[in-house]
C-alpha cells in the first residue's frame, strides 16, 4: 500500500488569484474540463450553475453583486497526479479569507488580463504570496482579443511585483487573432483550433517552425524576433527559482477558448511542488508519514442552508486521514470524531473516505474548532496559527431592533469564528457596541447581510475616523486610554489593540512615547 509520502508525491494544492474579470472563475472551469472532471456532467458547470440558481441567502448576495462568496475546493485527477484547486473568493476588494486559503496552498497561478496587466487587487495579492514565500506561475489570459505588447507586459510584471518573469509560452498570431504558442522549452509550435463556445477541449497541433511560418502568416516573423530577443536576455524556465519565488513562469493563452489551457495545466503538474513535511509552531518539520494531522484554513456556517451547519476546512499536512477516526482538536484535547467529512465542490458535497497531505477535508459541525487551529491523532502537533491581517477600516455596529440582541450577540460570534470581520470590544461598553474591523469594506457587506438573514438581526453600521491598528499590551493600553485620538478595544482571542486615526498621529505618540508597545500586525499597508 503507499504510504502518505507516496500519496503525498502525487498531490498538487495550489490556488488561483486574479483581480475580478481577469477570467479566474473561467479557467477554473477549464481546468475541469481538462481535468476530465466535466465530461462526467457531474462537475463544476453543473456544481456551478447549480449554486448561481439556488437560491439560499449566500446565493442571493452572490446573484447581487456578481461575486464569490464561497470559497470552493476542487478535487480533480489530471494525468498521474490529484490535483487540489482551492478557490480564492472573487471580491472587488481583499478579504481576509483569501489569504487563509492561500496558506494551505503550495503555489498559486495569477491569472492576468492581457489587456490590463496588473491591476490593484494583483498586486496586494501578489503581496500576499511573496510574505508566504509562494510559488507564483502567471497566466496571461484574454490573448483572444487585442491585447497589450507581450514584451510590454513582462516588464510591467516584472517592474510591479519584482520577480523575473520566465516566460515559457510565447503567443503568435497578431493581436485579436491569437493562432498558437511558442513552447520556449523545444521551440515548438502549438497550434490551436475555435470550438464553439469552448465547450470541448481545443484541438491542438504541434506545426514545424518551417511549415509555421506559412501558416500562421504575419505573427510569425513578430513571434520568431521576440523569441530571439527573449533568449538573448535568457529569461528561461528555471524550476529552483519558481519553488524558491524568486521567478514566476509565464504562459500566454485564453481560458474563454482553452488557448494553452493545456499547458498551464502541465505546468502544474510539473513544476509545483508537492506537499512537503510542514514545520510545526517551533520549526520542526513533521513528516510526512507521522500519524494524521492537519490545520484549519477556514470556517464557514450555513454555506448550505438546507444544512445550517457549520464547515472547518482542514489542510492534510502528515498521514492518513479516514472517515470516522477519532482526531484530536489540538487547542482544548477534546476529541472529534469524524463520521460526517466531505469533500465540498462548489455548493455540493460528497463524502470523503480517506484523504492524504496537500488534500482539504471539510469538518461538519466542528463548532469549536478555529481558524489556525491544528487536529492530529497520535502524535500531538501545533501548526503555527494563521496570522489575521491589520484591519483598515472599522465600524460601530449596533442591533436595530433590541429584542434581537441576542441574536445580534450569536452571530456576532459566529462572524468572529469565521473570520468575516474582526470583532473589537470595548471593555466599558461589552456587547452591545461592538467595532467590526475589515480589510476591505466588502466584509461589512457580508456581516451585515448575514447578521440579518442569516441571524435575524438587522444591525446597522456607523463608520468610525479609525484607520490603523496596532497591537499593545495592558501597560501601554493604561497610558493610550486618555489620550486624544486614540480608542483601545480588544479582540476576543484577547489582544489589546489600539486605533489611531491617522498615520501622522500614530508616529508621533511613537516618537514622544517610545516605551509604549506598538507592533504592527501582519501585513500592515499590503491589504485593504
Ligand atoms: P473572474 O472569475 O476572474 O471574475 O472572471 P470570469 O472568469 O468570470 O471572467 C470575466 C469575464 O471575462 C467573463 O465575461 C468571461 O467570459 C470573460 N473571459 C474569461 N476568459 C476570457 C478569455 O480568455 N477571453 C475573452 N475574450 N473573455 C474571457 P462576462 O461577459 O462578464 O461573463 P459571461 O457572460 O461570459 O459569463
Known sequence: MPTPADEATRRRTFAIISHPDAGKTT????FLLYGGALSSEAGAVKARSGRRSATSDWMALEQQRGISITSTVLQFPYRDCVVNLLDTPGHRDFSEDTYRV??????????LDAAKGIEPQTLKLF???RQRELPLLTFVNKWDRPGRDPLELLDEIEQQIGLVVTPVTWPVGIAGDFRGVIDRRDGLFTRFTRVARGATEAPEEIVEPARAAAAVGVGWPAAVDEITLLAQVGADLDAELFVGAQSTPAFFGSALTNFGVRKLLDAVVDLVPPPSPRDDAEGT??????????????????MDPSHRDR????RVCSGRFERGMVITHGPTGKPFATKYAHQVFGSERETLEEAYPGDVVGLVNATEVRVGDTLWIDQPVEYPGIPSFAPEHFSVARVRDTGKFKQFRKGISQLDEEGVVQVLRDVDQGDSAPVLAAVGPMQFDVAVYRLENEFGAPVELSPTSYRIARRTDRTSADTLQGMRGVRILSRSDGTLMALFESQYWLERLESDHPELVLERLVAEGSAG
Open 311 to 314: 464547515i472547518a476546512f482542514l
Open 285 to 302: 518539520p513533521r513528516d510526512l508519514d507521522a500519524p494524521f494531522s492537519g490545520f484549519v484554513f477556514k470556517v464557514q456556517a450555513n
Open 102 to 111: 492561500l496558506a494551505a496552498a503550495d503555489a498559486a497561478v495569477m491569472v
Open 127 to 129: 503581496d500576499v504570496c
Open 27 to 30: 479557467l477554473t472551469e477549464k
